[in-house]
C-alpha cells in the first residue's frame, strides 16, 4: 500500500466546514501522480511517450467528516490492470491522525495517446515497470468488459 500524507488546508474544506469533495478528488490525484512518478513514469518520460492517464470513474464513499487541524493520509493500491496495462483500476482509502479509515474510493482509468486521442496500451518499458509493482490483495486482471460494468452511456440532449 502506498500512503502519502496530507494537510486539509483552508482551500479544501467547503461550506459545511469539513473537507470539500474536491480536496478528496484533488488529493487521490496528487498520490496517483506521486507514485507513478517514483515508479518511472514522470511528467517528462509521459511527455516524451506522448501518453497521459484518464479517469474513467471515481465512486466515493464517505463514512466520517474530516476537518482542518490534524494531517490526513490518502492510500492507493493496484487493485486491477489489463494485460497490456491500458486499463487499471486502483483504490483509495483516506485515514485520520488516528489512522480511522474516513473514506473509500474506487477509481478506474486507461492510458491514453495523447497525439491520436485513443486509449493505448504501454509500450514495454513502461509495461514492465507497471507489471512489477505491488498489487493489492483481491488484483484481477481486467478486460475491456470491466471498464463497461456500470452499463452508462452517453445521452445527447438532441
Request: hydrophobic letters at 40%.
Amino acid at each position: 500500500m502506498y500512503l502519502k500524507d496530507f494537510e486539509i488546508r483552508w482551500s479544501d474544506v467547503d461550506a459545511n466546514r469539513h473537507l470539500a469533495n474536491s480536496a478528496y478528488l484533488n488529493f487521490m490525484s496528487h498520490v496517483r501522480m506521486t507514485y507513478l512518478t517514483e515508479i518511472g513514469f514522470s511528467h517528462k518520460t509521459l511527455l516524451e511517450k506522448e501518453i497521459g492517464p484518464v479517469v474513467f470513474y471515481e465512486h466515493m464513499y464517505y463514512f466520517k467528516e474530516a476537518f482542518p487541524g490534524k494531517p490526513v493520509k490518502v492510500s492507493m493500491e493496484i487493485m486491477g490492470m489489463s494485460e497490456d496495462a491500458q486499463f487499471f483500476e486502483f483504490h483509495h482509502n483516506f485515514y485520520d491522525y488516528k489512522g480511522r479509515n474516513f473514506a473509500h474510493c474506487e477509481m478506474m482509468g486507461a492510458w491514453i495517446d495523447l497525439k491520436t486521442r485513443k486509449l493505448t496500451g504501454l509500450t514495454d518499458d513502461l509495461l514492465e515497470k507497471f507489471s512489477t509493482v505491488e498489487k493489492a490483495e483481491g488484483f484481477r486482471v481486467l478486460t475491456k468488459e470491466d471498464t463497461r460494468k456500470f452499463a452508462k452511456t452517453p445521452k445527447d440532449l438532441v
